[in-house]
């Protein structure tokens, strides 16, 4: 069907399929057809893992930098000899344009390499001590991890989720989402072909809370990696607290974008509309609220609606498509829900607004106006193509809104006013803030948040070292 690959778990090293297993329905997002049927894990598979899991961990502790640099470098050229065949099958499961998976692919490409070279660079240090005494503090491995990676950077998240575990020396079996399995199955392949031990990166799929709860309740697991929801990241907090494990929560966002009178407009609706409607805005730093300055509030807005209302939306497979279809039934019904409501709370809708078509699970880039706060979608990660804006009395009112919420991942501010923007950086609460830029991520840039957002960075060194745990030797 098409060139969608076949998916199957990846334990042990082993292709698992079939065998009477439950299956989940792979669909492509922009017809509504079935393209795969998915092996759900049952316990036994997941003990298979666990167990093997704990084999890679013996033996990937031990291995050297550089061999742990090897397999990244040589995963990075696999990935991008088969940047093509992964980035469709991307396409086909989660509805992208073939343009954003390439890149997806080029995300972890960078990444492997990034960690390749930070791997070693794993330095511990000497403390100061009398003559004939020594202290030394090491980081060694946390041990392995369970790993949960979301449908909507099919290729990108799951390369987080085991570059990271990997380069630290960390065994890791990865679930993730099972509507988007051939992506992740294929980042984890050129891992193995580039010469990773089948022990120490699998692969499973099934029921999410059944595939959580074992896993997280096996003392085996050292570590939690989760990349979703606010709601479900504190489901598994609060399993990971058990057996006290190191966590690692990459979860919603509402992000602000404080747009003042002083700014470049035209530079900033021709990037920001776009990285707004990017993935169809199904993207955790996608930005959301809109704070816009009274003056230049009707300016902005329309430049807004008209670039939104251009963007040609379809198939991601077409060239000509810059917006395809959302990845789920699930998420259209979520932007009529939520547009509708706003509606019925007085917001304008400047464009969109509506499903496009009756195939597949295409909906409109859409702009609301004059959206109160009492409104679901001011509170709520849309997680869709909605941008809200809303006019604002000035930078206390805007720095007041942007904090409102208990999320704190990423937030934009358009100014050319140098003293502003030091204030900004100071007091907007974020884990990632873009000063006239959209551009807040990468290989060597910490990503995460602050508050109901999560903690513990992905990327940089930082998301190395939340890999490794912390030993003091002290020498009498
Ligand atoms: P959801 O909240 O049920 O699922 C989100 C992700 O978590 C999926 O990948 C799912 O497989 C996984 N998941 C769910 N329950 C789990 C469990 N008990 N254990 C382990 N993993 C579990 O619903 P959804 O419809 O897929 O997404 C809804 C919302 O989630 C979106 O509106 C968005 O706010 C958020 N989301 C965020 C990200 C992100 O990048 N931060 C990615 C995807 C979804």
Redesign the pocket.
């Known amino acids: 069907m098409n060139d969608y690959p076949a998916v199957s778990m990846i334990i042990a090293g082993e292709r698992v399929t079939g065998g009477g297993r439950r299956t989940h329905a792979v669909i492509n997002p922009a017809n509504g057809e079935v393209i795969a049927q998915l092996p759900l894990a049952e316990p036994p598979d997941l003990d298979r893992a666990l167990d093997a899991a704990a084999r890679g961990f013996a033996r990937w502790r031990k291995s050297t930098a550089p061999e742990r640099a090897a397999v990244l470098e040589g995963a990075a050229r696999l990935l991008l000899e088969r940047q093509e065949a992964i980035a469709r099958a991307a396409v086909l499961e989660q509805g992208k344009t073939l343009a954003e998976a390439r890149m997806e692919v080029l995300m972890v490409v960078g990444l492997f390499r990034f960690y390749a070279g930070e791997c070693q660079r794993i330095y511990g240090r000497t403390l100061v001590r009398p003559e004939g005494q020594r202290a030394t503090v090491t980081h060694a491995p946390v041990g392995p991890v369970a790993a949960?990676?979301?449908?909507?950077?099919p290729i990108g998240?799951p390369g987080r989720k085991l570059g990271a575990p990997i380069a630290a020396g960390c065994s890791v079996i990865l679930?993730?989402?099972?509507?988007t399995p051939a992506s992740a199955l294929a980042v984890l392949q050129a891992l193995l072909d580039a010469g990773l031990p089948g022990d120490v990166a699998q692969a499973v799929f099934g029921v999410?809370?059944e595939?959580?709860?074992h896993l997280l309740g096996s003392p085996l697991i050292r570590k939690v990696s989760?990349?979703?929801?606010?709601?479900?990241g504190k489901?598994?907090m609060r399993l990971a607290t058990d057996n006290v494990l190191r966590t690692t929560m990459?979860?919603?966002?509402h992000g602000p974008v404080l747009v003042f009178a002083d700014a470049d407009l035209d530079r900033a609706l021709d990037t920001l509309v776009p990285h707004k409607l990017r993935n169809a805005g199904?993207?955790?730093v996608s930005p959301t609220r809109f704070l816009i300055e009274e003056s230049v509030f009707d300016r902005f807005a329309s430049g807004f609606a008209e670039r939104a209302a251009a963007l040609r939306v379809g198939d991601g497979l077409d060239p000509e498509s810059r917006m395809g279809p959302m990845a789920?039934a699930?998420?259209p019904e979520?932007m009529e829900r939520l547009v509708g409501e706003a509606r019925t709370h007085g917001a304008r809708v400047l464009t969109g607004g509506e499903r496009i078509g009756n195939r597949g699970y295409f909906f409109a880039p859409t702009v609301l106006a004059e959206v109160p706060v009492t409104a679901a979608i001011m509170n709520e990660?849309?997680?869709g193509p909605v941008a809200i804006l809303n006019p604002m009395a000035g930078e206390a009112a805007m720095v007041e809104e942007a904090n409102r919420l208990p999320y704190g991942?990423a937030a934009y501010a358009w100014t050319e006013d140098a003293r502003r923007q030091r204030r900004l950086a100071a007091e907007v609460e974020a884990g990632m803030l873009g000063l006239n830029t959209t551009m807040i991520a990468g290989a060597d840039a910490p990503f995460g948040g602050v508050k109901w957002s999560g903690h513990g960075a992905e990327d940089g060194p930082e998301g190395l070292h939340a890999c490794l745990v912390t030993k003091t030797v002290h020498e009498g």
């Open positions: 949960f990676a979301p449908w909507n950077f998240n679930k993730a989402a099972e509507e999410p809370d595939v959580s709860r989760f990349t979703g929801s606010t709601v479900v489901h598994l990459e979860l919603g966002g199904q993207v955790c789920n699930r998420r979520a990660e849309p997680f991942l």
